[in-house]
């Protein structure tokens, strides 16, 4: 069996482990563990530090899992079980009357993982090791989270409103995360109390894996579930969003070394890394936090950490089985269009991987973990999804680069099929992944040709996915760079030294040109006209300068200063500008600020009301009154209306008064 891209077939690599070592079931070690598991939560709820259970449930998980040769390998091995492992009792959690509440959930995970590691016989072990390549995947996590956060830093919290309001989407994306903490779980199970959050039918069809999560974290973070201001959340969940997009970029770089294998050292950890990094690092991918792209982020995230772990299976049946299946559920319960392209590298294991993770009884423990993943998608299709008709809609789109997909994907392919990979089970199942996933987003995308006439909105989302394959797929190439025989450790320790010096040399020389290729960084040198180098203008440095903070902060700002507390309990309509979407904007914030997101299903009218800021022609005024006079006459309580000119505002109040609708208007100047 191989489970490196470089060993031959037969060999074993840096990920697999001799055998668990085997301790006895002594009923008292699983009594002592399992009052530990509950014990813990209460004293770290008592001193307030509920969030360390999160590295305590990571850390505990990575010792009992015996795939992964070094610490950072174990802890994404371990990050995807804790992941599909809070989403799957998430089910769990929805129906218990404590929700997210930290001490039963916190004892509950940790109760299973000791009773996982007693059935198995495995005392809790780390691998102490770590690789220097460690050092250049945690560097690009720390240098994307500094840009992202470096326009937040400093700045009050309602300021920061500005860089959470860039898309409508986010403020979908927020009621799902605010509805499942109010309703205690996921909000397919709650769908009647969740639709005050929500539009409708997210409450039914949309996925909510990332919300969940995101939600759980929160209560962590805050030590209880009991929801809070809406100002403080928004705050919390943008830094989430921004957090799951750092590590996107982490383990897509983590994941092309973890494809690479043991063999993957020296410099040409540096040159394959370092390409991927800067392929990272200057791509359009920043777009997805602007356009509210928020669970499509967290979906990418988890698929960059399940595939690898998937075609370079170096660990044994049973973590196999563990991680294919919480894999599984990660994947589709927070993005299910993602989940075939896990399919595919789980089928691609077992194909390459048969005689030794197959078995009756690893098919049908995979059948019902298959079960499990599509249960929240059942759900949404017996609801109201039409898969057909979504699948084709349009709407605002990151375009997914054709260059880098194709490019990177064939190269990838070209990098696994030489002999020097093509022998090896690794590199047949990256062979696997690679075609299989090319088949499925160029399948969608000739459907979509075929039944619309144009790629739309989901193909984008499709070929995003594709793009993380090909990039954990550039791995491959390091088998494929030859180089001379290392200085054995025998040498005299002056060769050694040499040798050691000249690799670091060689890697940084590869890491500069790297980033000097494919990221735009020119080290300071201006460009013929005297400009910026390239790296000033892309999207990740044009954020951290305040570029995606929205117009929209000022009237955010207002509501929460000033309005919201002139408003009352009822619903909110801010007709704060005389454009349309600039109120549509206004008037959902101020729905999510009282939590009364679902009345947005009826108030998406106010799109076209285009009047507040000042008079306007007769025609727009009445154009615009009858579909404020619609979206009023179908809220189900008197809203209040916030109307920043103060004769428009005595208008609207007339003319509602007039067609005897009931309604607050005040005026409420942005000066």
């Known amino acids: 069996m191989a489970n490196t891209l470089s060993a031959p077939c037969g060999a074993v690599g840096d990920g697999a482990a001799a055998g668990p070592r085997s301790v006895r079931r002594d009923p008292r070690r699983l009594a002592l563990a399992l009052a530990a598991a509950w014990l813990l939560p209460v004293l770290l709820h008592l001193v307030r530090s509920d969030v360390l259970l999160l590295p305590v449930l990571l850390l505990f998980i990575a ?15 371990a990050g995807v079980v804790l992941t599909g492992a809070v989403l799957s009792l998430g089910l769990l959690f929805s129906l218990w009357p ?124 805050r030590g209880t579930a009991d929801p809070d201001g809406a100002v403080g959340a928004m705050n919390r969940y943008l830094f989430y969003v921004l957090a799951g997009y750092t590590l996107l970029c982490t383990l897509l770089v983590w994941g092309a070394r973890h494809i690479g294998g043991p063999r993957l050292r020296g410099w040409r950890t540096a040159a394959v890394c370092g390409s991927v990094a800067a392929l990272v690092l200057a791509s359009n991918d920043v777009d997805l936090i602007v356009h509210g792209f928020d669970s499509m982020i967290i979906g990418l995230m988890f698929l960059a950490a399940v595939l690898p772990l998937l075609v370079r299976a170096a660990a044994g049946r049973g973590d196999f089985l563990v991680i294919a299946v919480t894999g599984l559920v990660m994947v589709t319960y927070t993005y299910n269009l993602y989940g075939a392209f896990v399919g595919v590298a789980v089928l691609g294991a077992l194909l390459v991987h048969r ?27 017996l609801s109201k999804l039409d898969v057909a008709s979504t ?105 050694r030294l040499r040798a050691l010096g000249a690799d670091a040399a060689l890697s ?90 679902g009345e947005m299903v009826v108030l998406y009218g106010i799109l076209d009301v285009k009047l507040g800021a000042a008079p306007v022609p007769e025609a727009q005024y009445q154009e615009s009154m009858d579909k404020l ?38 005026h409420a100047s942005l000066g």
């Open 98 to 221: 404590w929700g997210l509440a930290p001490v039963p959930t916190g004892g509950v995970l940790l109760s299973a993982a000791a009773l996982a590691g007693w059935t198995a016989r495995r005392e809790p072990r780390l691998p102490l090791r770590a690789r220097w390549a460690d050092l250049l995947v945690l560097g690009v996590g720390g240098l994307v989270w500094h840009y992202l956060s470096h326009p937040l830093a400093g700045k009050a919290s309602v300021a920061r409103l500005g860089y959470f309001a860039t898309a409508e989407d986010r403020f979908g994306h927020f009621s799902y995360f605010d509805g499942i903490r109010h309703v205690g779980g996921y909000a397919f199970l709650h769908q009647e109390a969740a639709r005050t959050y929500m539009m409708t039918p997210a409450e039914g069809v949309y996925p909510q894996g990332s919300h969940f999560l995101l939600a759980w974290i929160d209560a962590l973070v």
């Open 355 to 381: 005689r030794r993770l197959g078995g009756w009884w690893s098919y049908g423990l995979l059948a019902l973990g298959f079960g499990l993943a599509g249960l929240p998608s059942a759900v949404s299709v």
């Open 391 to 495: 699948a084709n809609l349009a709407g605002p789109m990151v375009g997914a680069d054709r260059v880098l997909l194709i490019g990177a994907g064939l190269l990838a392919l070209l990098a696994a099929v030489v002999p020097a990979n093509r022998r090896t089970a690794a590199g047949r199942s990256l062979q696997v992944v690679l075609l299989g996933s090319g088949l499925a987003v160029g399948g969608f995308g000739w459907w979509q040709l075929h039944t619309i006439g144009y790629y739309s909105y989901y193909f984008e989302k499709t070929a995003a996915a594709g793009i993380v394959v090909a990039l954990i797929g550039l791995g491959a190439l390091g088998s494929v760079i030859r180089t001379g025989a290392p200085v054995p450790r025998s040498s005299p320790r002056p060769a």
């Open 63 to 77: 010792s009992l899992l015996r795939t992964g040769g070094v610490l950072l390998d174990r802890l994404v091995a």
């Open 629 to 666: 006079r619609t979206a009023v006459s179908r809220l189900g309580a008197a809203p209040t209306l916030l109307v920043a000119d103060e004769n428009v505002a005595d208008r609207v109040r007339a003319d509602l008064s007039a067609h005897h609708l009931p309604a607050t208007v005040l």
């Open 508 to 597: 940084g020389l590869a890491l500069a040109a790297a980033l000097s290729l494919f990221a735009g960084v020119q080290w300071g040198v201006l460009t013929a006209w005297n400009k910026p180098a390239a790296w000033y203008s892309n999207p990740l440095v044009a954020w951290s300068k305040g570029g995606a903070r929205t117009d929209i902060a000022p009237m955010a700002e207002t509501l929460v200063d000033r309005d919201l507390a002139r408003a009352g309990d009822g619903p909110v309509i801010a007709l704060y500008s005389d454009d349309g979407y600039q109120n549509l904007r206004s008037t959902f914030v101020a729905e999510l600020l009282e939590h009364r997101g």
